[in-house]
């Protein structure tokens, strides 16, 4: 990132800002709400510029701006600066100043000499955020902020105000650093967050109270042996690959987890969404390589019991070759609690992002999801509906078996002209959608070095990814199955 985003304490601080005009009005307003105060310098001011003055509520000097002003004994040394003049060599100086003074400067509409970013804010004190496009569109850092605005209520201001007051007493009650992260989280969603909501807080103050004399119940029992610490695992279903594609419920899963235990296709972006401190195990499995799903299962029971937050992340959904009924049966045995988020499998994800309707009821009425990846399950499958053109058939993990699924598929009476397309990388930036005919498949995969994660569509639907869409399409087919 080329701007390090912070919030800068500047209650009681000094700030310049050069310039008299509108925009300049604005700015010093800006400072003033964040408890600053201001130095103005400019030539001439407006009117409201001179009336803060006049009320002592800014300095302001009506001159030209000076780089010997910075360091001056005659005016304090600012903790920034803002240049929002509208003459580029008078913004050249003042930033210049700054620069050599080591001063932070925005020059107002000049992200060339600003070194920081004056973003869009929404205030919701103590609670702020800051949106910045690094200068490349204020109308979008803009435009983003007001939809913020509609999403975050008024509420969260005293919502905040309320968690802080309780800190301090749930940290004395609570040694336990889960215990105090789990309270904190039931002030901020449970039953007392919408008492604070209703402006009803003497009754979020009694429900709060009771919450913590709970669960310092809870805590004195566990520490003195007669229970266990609670545990819980999440099983989340990363998607794809496309952090966008992640649930909202994944994602509070993520940012509460004390560890998240990934698979490879987890991808980094949707990793990146955890919690900063959690920490992170990977158990992918690889070629000749990888725990076990043995190991695996050990590993989630042992985190869940010494009382952590466990998320089990996997790629694509939990339950769709993702071995999520095994890992469940290893919590039940061992009385660990856990819940399951779904995730869009891959196949859901390959077919929109090549614009595939997997179950379009003009051309089939049953959609197929089968794993690819062992010959000896592939040689069991009767492909009749899918030869007679009733049903689409997704491989998962197929790449390595393609010739054989082919044969296979051609030996069931499957017309060789039927279309597949071969999603590789699916909803992540380098998809790609090879699209050939399905005795043609094996030759256009080796064409294109189509390696894993790939999904294989195969079906008279396969054919819509020749319109385009989102997806690059590398090899089309205009060809029509006999007979449709």
Known sequence: MRHFPLFLD???RDTLVVGGGAVAVRKTATLRAAGARVTVIAESSHEDLRALAARGEITLHERRFAASDI???DLPRPWLIVAATDDRATNEAVA???STARIPCNVVDDRALS???MPAIIDRSPVQIAVSTGGASPVLARLIRERLEALL????????QFADRWRATARRVLTGIGA??????WLLT?????AIRAHRPAEADRLATRELARLGREAGRAEAGTVNAPGHVTLVGAGPGDPGLLTLKGLRALQEADVVIHDRLASPEVLDLARRDAERIDVGKRPGAGPTQAAINALIVAEARRGRRVVRLK???PFIFGRGGEEIDALRAAGVSFDVVPGITAAVAAGAGASIPLTDRRHVHALRLITGNDAETLERFNFSDVAAGRETLAVYMGVAQLPLLRDRLLRAGVPPSLPIALIENASRPEQRVILSRLEDSVVAAAAHSVGTPTVAIIGSVAEFASAGGSAEIYRRCAMLMTGR
């Open 71 to 73: 360091g001056s004994p």
């Open 153 to 160: 209520d008024e509420s969260l201001g005293p919502l905040a």
């Open 10 to 12: 500047l209650q009681d």
């Open 180 to 185: 105090r992260r789990q309270y904190l989280s």
């Open 115 to 117: 070194t920081f970013i």
């Open 190 to 194: 449970g039953p007392a967050a919408g």
């Open 315 to 317: 790629g694509g959904d």
């Open 96 to 98: 210049q100043a700054a």
